[in-house]
């Protein structure tokens, strides 16, 4: 953080700045901070990092499978947001978004009181955590395998923690494509 514009500085808030070492001397901060001859307190006012504004992209990293986006928070520091569960960008599978779906029901009723909740690992190719309508749904992290219903007019309870209660569902085309028709929430 910047040191402020005016008002008075103390040595200690100079040297937090410039992670000057104890005891501090004005002429030893003055020349790491690049200032010439006469050194002077006040050349220090509004000295420090400009930090980007909040929301301002920053880099991204990896957390396993997991591309990470890192952004500014507008105060020289960082907030991060998961862009992709299944990254080919952090080495993983091709790009799929990972979540958790239930058993099959013929009932998007039923679906709510599903037990078990949502325990089997699928991936999509969608832009968001969860399946939408368009969507392809896939039984492994490549993309090779479209999830297919076993019987036609079948609904997926779906979550993106494993194992959870189903909070959506989603139905798959009937013929074998993988593709979401239809989403709807649990009342």
Not at 35 to 47: D, E, I, K, W
Not at 91 to 107: E, R
Not at 151 to 174: H, Q, R, T, V
Request: net charge negative; aromatic share 12%; charged share 15%.
């Amino acid at each position: 953080m910047a040191l402020p514009v005016e008002g008075p500085l103390s040595f200690s808030a100079i040297g937090a700045v410039l992670n000057a070492e104890i005891p501090f001397r004005l002429g030893s901060m003055s020349a790491t901070a690049g200032f010439t001859t006469p050194y002077r307190v006040s050349a220090f006012h509004g000295y420090g990092p400009t930090c980007p504004p909040y929301g301002t992209f920053l880099y991204s990293s990896c957390n396993g499978c997991e591309e990470i986006y890192h952004y500014a928070d507008g105060n020289c520091g960082e907030y991060t947001q998961i862009v992709d569960y299944n990254s080919p960008n952090c080495g993983c599978g091709g790009g799929l978004t990972l979540f958790f779906i239930s058993s099959p029901v013929n009932d998007p009723s039923k679906i709510c009181a599903d037990v078990p909740g949502c325990c089997t690992a699928v991936w999509h190719n969608g832009a968001n955590l969860l399946p939408d309508i368009g969507d392809t749904v896939y039984e492994d992290s490549s993309g090779t395998t479209p999830l297919s219903p076993f019987k036609s007019n079948i609904f997926y309870g779906m979550n993106e923690i494993e194992c959870d209660p189903a909070f959506l569902w989603f139905k798959l085309s009937s013929n074998g494509d993988g593709q979401v028709i239809d989403t709807g929430g649990c009342k």
